[in-house]
């Protein structure tokens, strides 16, 4: 498999419930970073968290992160229509260097029913 | 709040044509990003850029391409001979700096090779 493919790939929940999605990636990382993308539009960054931490809350976004299973997970809580989007994960594995580069996963795509 | 911006919103090219894809990141921003979309497919690195260089560039980075700041504020990614397989979105990022690893995307120009 690929550095951060993203599971399920694709989820339909109605509006209230929670919606968890999964991240596994297979290198070391700095940090990783999850970002919105609504349909052909941009990336918006939602929440990082870094190697050293275990869960961030931001919101009604909760990040937890595991690296001796090299695995993160996205939960929504009490969702909106409007949250209706592709959700990526993207690893950043570098340390101290210039470039930062971001490895993106394969996304899940969040339908939610009004 | 600032953001980061991108012209044209979308460029319709012939094969063999070259192109320029501006964008113009976050003013007190100092690191600078390509990134591509295929349609359907993965969001993927092409090149960073900081102090006026290349920092990392992908496989996908070849000889056809070029990035540039040409003045304080602008940051271009040009191809020189454009193919059918380089449409797609293509995503401008900026980060701030050291101690900040959130990378903040542009809207996209989506590039379509006929």
């Known amino acids: 498999s690929q550095q951060g493919e993203e599971d399920p790939q694709a989820l339909s929940i109605q509006e209230g419930e929670n919606a968890t999605m999964n991240c596994s990636y297979k290198?070391?990382?700095?940090?990783l970073q999850w970002y919105r993308q609504n349909s052909g539009r941009g990336l918006v960054h939602l929440i990082l968290?870094?190697?050293?931490?275990r869960e961030k809350h931001s919101g009604r976004l909760r990040v937890t992160l595991d690296t001796s299973k090299k695995s993160s997970s996205l939960l929504i809580t009490a969702s909106r229509a409007a949250d209706t989007a592709s959700y990526f994960c993207a690893t950043d594995a570098s340390y101290g260097g210039a470039t930062n580069k971001l490895i993106f996963g394969t996304g899940t795509l969040l339908a939610v029913q009004p | 709040e600032p953001e980061v911006t991108q012209t044209p919103s979308h460029q319709v090219t012939q094969m063999g044509q070259e192109v320029i894809l501006r964008c113009v990141p976050i003013?007190?921003?100092?690191?600078f990003y390509w990134y591509r979309q295929i349609l359907g497919q993965k969001v993927e690195f092409l090149v960073s850029?900081?102090?006026?260089?290349?920092?990392?560039k992908s496989e996908i980075f070849d000889d056809q391409f070029s990035v540039e700041r040409p003045d304080g504020s602008n940051f271009t990614l040009k191809i020189r001979s454009t193919k059918l397989e380089d449409s797609a979105m293509y995503f401008c990022a900026s980060r701030r700096g050291q101690g900040s690893s959130e990378q903040y995307f542009g809207p996209g120009t989506r590039l379509t090779v006929t």
């Open positions: 968290i870094r190697s050293n931490e």
């Open positions: 003013s007190n921003h100092l690191y």
């Open positions: 290198t070391s990382i700095n940090n």
């Open positions: 850029f900081y102090n006026n260089e290349i920092s990392e």
